[in-house]
């Protein structure tokens, strides 16, 4: 049988075999990082820290089991700061116990309230909105509101990736938050009743649909745009999202649904003032900009504002439901749509 500080032990092993330093051999001058975001992105906001601090960053990437990771390491893990995605991979964290404070002031002077952990056991650090993109040729709205698309009028004309995927959780979340779970239970039945096909795929394939003519509306994050319209390796994928535009969402009422990306310091970081001198670096305006420039996200600091062809979709009024409340909802939120059998399209 393997003991938790046994399999701590012999993750850690191969923590060492991707480049990182175990916390017998932490040096001032290093931060280690565990991060979902892919190296792409990263990698120019990382260039950019050690070359204005001087510290070294070391990065494991991964797509998935992160957290795991981190839980079974324990106080032997070498990791200072998580990068990850998600609302609910961030409060995770917390309620595992896998996080501590981050004591940079730059955290409460930059970063909305609504958008970090009270007690600053976490914060975002870039926004994506969950929008609609709709056909140019057969949709002439050029606003609409998340309750509109339950309407009759769309009956047969709406597509999205799965219900449980964490984006669509986080946008049913937001509305359990806002309205309670019996008003989201309506719409959401509506919504999967008005499905051109049952849900699958991901964001781009809905927009892939929107160009074949299979469904006209489809619930898709902003930056998908941008990654399609500058895809050299598909090119096909620039064709897809040509034959669609963005609404955002209730942008004159209640706002357009958020998640976010975000990070936090380990429990047990070995370097955790390093840690907080890398927080405060990726929430500098130099760091917000490559979020911005990069994949098309929205800045989380307000004084930033977005890459030139994301601001050519429109202005983004963010829904200001707190964070911590919409992730409190997530769990009924997935309960729903297996209630529901959103996920089996269409019932009438």
Same mark, same amino acid.
């Given at each position: 049988?393997?003991?938790?500080?046994?399999?701590?032990?012999?993750?850690?092993?191969?923590?060492?075999?991707?480049?990182?330093?175990?916390?017998?051999?932490?040096?001032?001058?290093?931060?280690?990082?565990?991060?979902?975001?892919?190296?792409?992105?990263?990698?120019?906001?990382?260039?950019?820290?050690?070359?204005?601090?001087? +510290?070294? @960053? %070391?990065? &494991?990437? /991964?797509?998935?089991?992160? !957290?795991?990771? $981190?839980?079974?390491?324990?106080?032997?893990? #070498?990791?200072?700061?998580?990068?990850?995605?998600?609302?609910?991979?961030?409060?995770?964290?917390?309620?595992?116990?896998?996080?501590?404070?981050?004591?940079?002031?730059?955290?409460?002077?930059?970063?909305?309230?609504?958008?970090?952990?009270?007690?600053?056991?976490?914060?975002?650090?870039?926004?994506?909105?969950?929008?609609?993109?709709?056909?140019?040729?057969?949709?002439?709205?050029?606003?609409?509101?998340?309750?509109?698309?339950?309407?009759?009028?769309?009956?047969?004309?709406?597509?999205?990736?799965?219900?449980?995927?964490?984006?669509?959780?986080?946008?049913?979340?937001?509305? +359990?938050? @806002? %309205?309670? &779970?019996? /008003?989201?239970?309506?719409? !959401?039945?509506? $919504?999967?009743?008005?499905?051109?096909?049952? #849900?699958?795929?991901?964001?781009?394939?809905?927009?892939?649909?929107?160009?074949?003519?299979?469904?006209?509306?489809?619930?898709?994050?902003?930056?998908?745009?941008?990654?399609?319209?500058?895809?050299?390796?598909?090119?096909?994928?620039?064709?897809?999202?040509?034959?669609?535009?963005?609404?955002?969402?209730?942008?004159?009422?209640?706002?357009?649904?958020?998640?976010?990306?975000?990070?936090?310091?380990?429990?047990?970081?070995?370097?955790?003032?390093?840690?907080?001198?890398?927080?405060?670096?990726?929430?500098?305006?130099?760091?917000?900009?490559?979020?911005?420039?990069?994949?098309?996200?929205?800045?989380?600091?307000?004084?930033?504002?977005?890459?030139? !062809?994301?601001?050519?979709?429109?202005?983004?009024?963010?829904?200001?439901?707190?964070?911590?409340?919409?992730?409190?909802?997530?769990?009924?939120?997935?309960?729903?749509?297996?209630?529901?059998?959103?996920?089996?399209?269409?019932?009438?």
């Amino acid at each position: 049988m393997i003991t938790t500080k046994r399999l701590a032990l012999t993750l850690l092993g191969s923590v060492a075999l991707c480049g990182l330093a175990m916390p017998a051999f932490a040096q001032s001058g290093e931060v280690n990082i565990y991060s979902y975001r892919e190296q792409s992105l990263l990698q120019p906001l990382l260039d950019g820290f050690s070359a204005e601090t001087g +510290i070294k @960053a %070391n990065v &494991l990437y /991964a797509g998935d089991g992160l !957290l795991e990771r $981190v839980a079974a390491e324990g106080e032997l893990s #070498p990791v200072d700061v998580v990068l990850t995605v998600d609302i609910g991979n961030l409060v995770g964290a917390e309620e595992q116990g896998l996080t501590q404070p981050i004591t940079t002031p730059v955290l409460a002077e930059r970063v909305p309230a609504e958008f970090r952990d009270d007690n600053a056991n976490w914060t975002a650090l870039s926004l994506r909105a969950r929008v609609f993109y709709v056909s140019k040729d057969r949709v002439d709205a050029t606003a609409l509101t998340y309750d509109d698309i339950a309407g009759p009028e769309w009956k047969g004309r709406l597509c999205t990736r799965p219900g449980d995927h964490p984006y669509n959780i986080g946008l049913v979340a937001q509305r +359990i938050a @806002a %309205n309670g &779970l019996d /008003a989201t239970r309506t719409w !959401l039945t509506a $919504v999967r009743d008005n499905l051109a096909y049952a #849900p699958t795929g991901g964001d781009r394939e809905g927009v892939k649909n929107i160009l074949a003519g299979t469904c006209d509306l489809s619930i898709t994050n902003t930056y998908y745009m941008g990654v399609m319209l500058n895809n050299d390796a598909e090119p096909e994928q620039k064709d897809w999202a040509a034959s669609a535009r963005i609404i955002y969402p209730d942008a004159e009422g209640a706002g357009t649904q958020v998640n976010v990306a975000g990070g936090f310091i380990a429990k047990h970081a070995p370097n955790a003032e390093n840690a907080n001198a890398l927080i405060a670096f990726l929430l500098s305006d130099e760091a917000q900009a490559i979020y911005a420039d990069t994949n098309y996200e929205f800045p989380v600091v307000a004084s930033v504002a977005p890459a030139e !062809l994301t601001q050519s979709w429109g202005v983004l009024k963010a829904a200001t439901t707190p964070l911590v409340e919409v992730a409190a909802h997530r769990a009924e939120a997935a309960a729903l749509v297996d209630e529901i059998k959103f996920n089996e399209g269409a019932q009438k």
